[in-house]
């Protein structure tokens, strides 16, 4: 049962969609939200190497300043975004706004929460500075989950692509997915990449199967391809608006085990996912 939903509500940019994949979700469950903006000054004070030379620090500083109010800006209008959304939709929430390490802080706060919504990109640095391209990667990696990563541009959630490589990490997250009651209206697909058809068929068959007895109709489909290179084409095809994808926090910090296929999907999918094992 989902009742508390943390939300990062990222970017004035990204808010929007956040803020509206979030809002869904409190309204279908019931549930509170809680937006979370986190600045790192550290990061945002960061200028790089710097010439020797009068006025250099003064400069710099300026630039400091700069950067921090810039921040500050935007995470005013994400919040902006985020409570103005809840309130219209009648959604309890509450927002904490935080100074510090974004990923500890978020994982302190994820423990008393059923699930997180955030961005698929701009997920704390408010665009004053560069994200770090492994971001979401790094709140995965760290037990932050599970997550719904949301595109940019808001698109509701009515066809789910759950790509099930017949792992025990990938079967683990379709079940929490049904488990979790989310997008009960949504068409779903199950879909198998590999050059064995014959086991995959039994695995869909399995799949299925599992998804039908907890009320949930499915169909299948078998792709002899490499899911690196077919699985992001044959969701866009398809018109998925969600791909339910496996992981592993201690297989992603050792990436052999994790699967290059999860990574890439973390850093290059313009579909909305979710991970959570």
């Known amino acids: 049962m989902i009742k508390r939903i943390l939300v990062g509500v990222g970017t004035s940019q990204t ?11 409190g309204r279908h469950f019931e549930a509170e939200l809680l937006g ?16 020797i030379g009068m006025g250099v620090e003064a400069v710099t500083a300026e630039l400091r300043e700069e950067r921090l109010q810039r921040a500050k800006a935007d995470v005013a209008a994400a919040k902006a975004i985020f409570s103005d959304r809840c309130r219209a939709d009648g959604v309890e929430h509450g927002f904490s706004e ?29 665009d004053v500075v560069p994200e770090p391209r492994d971001a979401l990667e790094r709140l995965v990696a760290s037990g932050v989950r ?11 959630i009515k066809k789910v692509l759950v790509a099930y490589s017949g792992s025990l990490e990938s079967a683990k997250t379709f079940k929490n997915f049904v ?20 086991a995959a068929l039994g695995l869909l068959d399995h799949a299925a199967a599992y998804f039908r007895s907890h009320g ?6 078998h792709v002899a391809g ?47 996912l979710y991970l959570s094992q």
């Not at 095809?237 to 990574?263: C, H, P, Q, Y």
Request: charged share 20%.
């Open 36 to 51: 979370v903006a986190v600045t790192d000054p550290l990061r945002l004070e960061w200028t790089g190497p710097r010439p």
């Open 216 to 221: 949930r109709e499915v169909d299948t489909d």
């Open 146 to 156: 599970p997550i719904l990563a949301v595109s940019e541009e808001y698109r509701p």
């Open 15 to 25: 808010a929007r969609s956040v803020a509206a994949h979030a809002v869904e979700l």
């Open 98 to 126: 935080q100074v510090g390490d974004p990923f500890e802080i978020v994982g302190q706060l994820v423990r008393y929460q059923d699930m997180c919504v955030f961005g698929l990109r701009g997920l704390f640095e408010h």
């Open 179 to 198: 488990l979790s009651g989310l997008f009960p209206e949504a068409v779903i697909r199950v879909v198998n990449f590999s050059s064995n058809a014959a």
């Open 226 to 272: 490499d899911p690196q290179q077919e699985l992001i084409r044959y969701a866009t095809a398809w018109g998925a608006d969600l791909i339910v994808a496996g992981n592993s926090a201690k297989n992603l910090l050792m990436r052999r085990l994790f699967g290059e296929t999860a990574l890439m999907l973390l850093r290059e999918s313009p579909l909305p």
